[in-house]
């Protein structure tokens, strides 16, 4: 690491002013919330009252958070335009199939949180394990989330990694507390158009300082090498790219079991969707999100492959990859645009940090504290509770921040996490959702192993016994293989055993007329620009579109 020195930003008066105005704005938004919360499914999900338009921005900002700004930056200083896939082939089909095929068995299944699924499809030992894989990896994640606050704070203040974390955590941990789920997505709609203001003209100024369009082309094409602009190039087998990665990994790993795995089961998203007031509204909300996000590219990676021409030395000792963007705000942003920039930050930490904290403390209170240490409490008491396990989740995000600490890129640790997690989950509920053969116990030992499988994968790879040129190379093969073994495993165990009785598999199961089913419609519904086929399917064809420039 970098001493805070090398980093630190010349902030004034201004910039701190603007600082503050936010910090007192977000508590504020914390406090007004809290007049609603009146009970656990108004701590939990907001009491399923909010309009798509807000959960949807809220959507799409919860997965903006700090390890999307810094690691997203610092894989497009690391691996060029091939950062694109995560944003079009990584995120719009999987945001799709979550809205149009997904969300009406969840939304209609009047499950609080994605484990809860499981239980009502299988059984509890499966709801247990999964809901205690969610809660692990829910920490982990906020723990990048607070790594990379210390990154920002480091820059800012000089203050020490542990430092950093602390009062960090403590500050997400007040609004959570005092407003639950529609503070935090309230503020994740303010941190949403924050950090755009904020990254834009860091963007603008980057492209200047390289000679605008044309010398950044010229410059890449001097340094890095023409790869570094292709999505497509260099990927066919037997080939080398910056990536480490071939089309089929590509696609495979990277555009079905890591995007159809974090995009479609994890509750830190979904949760968005569960929130809001009718089944028409849960629908519209990853498809209003997709929009934005696959443009989120033009001020995360584009940054970050500035950054690596203006520093040529970063990732090689001097700077780390996850440096790229505060080193373009220290010599690029003049004050106040600095102080708005340094906002935007604080804001995309604390979306990602609310979003994941806040769902662990749902997970963790009704999968496993309502239904096996405590049944039967009052409702009041599971309010107390949520609270509570709030504080347990920040305070354990902030020891598990020193284990992303260790990585350079912290994309590739949070990718990891995803394959350790996420693939295993998605590939039980795609066997539960589509085949009624699909049984509780092989949907226990399915995940069980899907699980197990990666995270040996994993070690195989960085001891050294599977050689592999990159981080994000080997977690795209380690998705495919929790995908499979996931799968190899549930069908025949499922073969062997009893399934349910097709009456207790209503809504919970596949069928036309269950995803076509519209819930309660309210007045708008049924305007055309609302409807959710014309909204995925026009997200599906616009990431194509975006596709192009970087394809020949």
């Known amino acids: 690491m970098i001493s805070a020195d090398g980093l630190r930003l ?64 610092a894989n497009g200083a690391q691996y060029g335009a091939y950062t694109i896939h995560w944003y079009l082939i990584g995120a719009i089909p999987a945001m799709v199939f979550l809205g149009l095929v997904m969300m009406p068995f969840y939304y209609n299944s009047k499950v609080r949180s994605v484990p809860e699924f499981l239980l009502l499809r299988f059984s509890s030992s499966s709801h247990l394990l999964s809901a205690a894989l969610f809660a692990v990896a829910s920490v982990l994640i906020a723990g990048v989330n607070l790594f990379a606050l210390a990154i920002v704070l480091r ?48 963007t603008v100024l980057g492209l200047a300082r390289v000679g605008g369009i044309d010398g950044f082309i010229d410059q890449v094409f001097a340094g890095p090498g023409p790869e570094f602009l292709t999505a497509w190039g260099g990927t066919g087998f037997g080939q080398e790219n910056p990536l480490g990665a071939n089309w089929l990994t590509i696609t495979l790993g990277l555009g079905f079991a890591v995007s159809f795995g974090y995009w479609t089961t994890n509750f830190a998203e979904v949760q968005r969707s569960l929130s809001a007031r009718n089944l028409s509204a849960a629908r519209r909300t990853p498809l209003i999100a997709a929009f934005p996000k696959m443009f989120i590219p033009l001020i995360v990676v584009l940054p970050g492959i500035i950054a690596l021409l203006v520093y040529p030395q970063i990732g090689q000792g001097a700077y780390d990859y996850n440096d790229a963007i505060p080193l373009l705000m220290r010599d690029l942003l003049p004050n106040g645009v600095l102080g708005l920039a340094v906002t935007g930050l604080m804001a ?8 994941n904290v806040s769902s662990f403390n749902t997970v963790f209170t009704t999968d496993i504290w309502r239904p096996y240490l405590k049944p039967g409490m009052p409702d009041g008491h599971y309010l107390r509770v949520g609270r509570v396990v709030t504080a347990v989740g920040v305070l354990a995000g902030m020891g598990t921040a020193f284990i992303a600490a260790s990585f350079s890129n912290i994309m590739n640790y949070l990718q990891t996490l995803f394959s350790f997690f996420n693939v295993p989950l998605f590939a039980t509920f795609i066997l539960a959702l589509f085949w009624k053969r699909m049984t509780a116990k092989a949907g226990f030992w399915g995940l069980l192993a899907g699980t197990v499988a990666p995270i040996s994968f994993y070690v195989a790879y960085k001891t050294g016994m599977v050689p592999i040129s990159t981080d994000q190379g080997a977690n795209m093969i380690s998705s495919m293989i929790a995908f499979t073994v996931d799968v190899a495993v549930s069908v025949p165990v499922a073969l062997a055993t009893a399934p349910k009785p097709d009456h207790e598999l209503r809504g919970l199961v596949y069928s036309r007329a269950a995803a076509r089913d519209t819930g309660e419609v309210l007045p708008g519904d049924s305007a055309w620009y609302r409807r959710p086929a014309l909204l995925g399917w026009g997200a599906i064809v616009l990431a194509a579109l975006c596709y192009l420039p970087f394809s020949f």
């Open 348 to 355: 995309s930490f604390m979306a990602g940090m609310a979003a």
């Open 155 to 202: 820059a800012l203040l000089g203050w020490p990694l542990p430092v950093s974390i602390g009062v960090a955590g403590v500050f997400v941990l007040a609004y959570i507390i005092i407003g639950g789920l529609s503070s935090a997505i309230y503020n994740e709609v303010l941190q949403f158009f924050v950090i755009v203001a904020a990254l834009v003209p860091l």
């Open 10 to 73: 010349s902030m004034n008066w201004m910039d701190n002013l603007i600082l503050i105005v936010y910090f007192a704005v977000v508590l504020g938004i914390a406090l007004a919330a809290r007049r609603s919360v009146r009970n656990s499914l108004d701590f939990f999900l907001s009491g399923r009252s909010l309009p798509a338009w807000v959960t949807g921005l809220a959507f799409v900002s919860a997965n903006l958070g700090a390890t999307e700004i810094l690691g997203m930056a």
